[in-house]
């Protein structure tokens, strides 16, 4: 199984304007909203991040998981048919809703790279880059042709932006 590896960049809205010139035609953007939940932690060594996502129709619930001494993440996620009953059901178990937020998002795939365009009102524009590890050397040099520094990739989750700009 390949190793996945995942970027995030905030961007100014004329990326995309950018981006295009090179090539990149996003799709039609699609409308997310996601609900964050404060999930207590046993130690400081892993960030939790436990979310309602709903997206065309479908509702899933799903929990990513990074160690912070390495920075890789687990991801787990299930459909959900009433996602009010399970918030209710988190709610009851102690997790706290922090925030939602509702973004829309645009992709753009080719043979090695995966880019998707998050605009938020909460947040701004981020883009989000996706590939194998094994592309690793061509997707940064895709990125330099775009104009972006792939060392200045965001490390922090959005949940962690969030509350850095919002002072929670």
Known sequence: MEKKVQYK???????KDGAKLKGVEFSPAIEHAYTYFEVSSADDRSFVVLRIKK??????????????????W?????????AD???????????????????????????????????????GTFLEVKFDLSDR??????LQELGIDPSTHDKR?????????YKM
């Not at 997206?55 to 890789?72: A, C, F, H, P, Y």
């Open 85 to 123: 009953q399970v918030q209710s059901i988190l709610e009851r178990l102690g997790c706290s809703e922090i925030f939602t937020f509702h973004k829309h998002r645009q992709t753009w795939i080719n043979d090695f790279i995966r880019f998707d365009l998050d605009t938020t009102k909460e947040l």
């Open 74 to 82: 687990d991801h787990f996620e299930s459909e959900v048919s009433d």
């Open 9 to 15: 960049f905030q961007v100014q809205d004329s990326f």
């Open 157 to 165: 989750s959005v949940i962690e932006i969030y509350k850095e700009k």
């Open 55 to 72: 997206s065309e129709g479908v509702q899933k619930l799903d929990m990513k998981i990074r160690n912070n001494e390495t920075g890789e």
């Open 137 to 142: 050397a061509k997707a940064e040099q895709y």
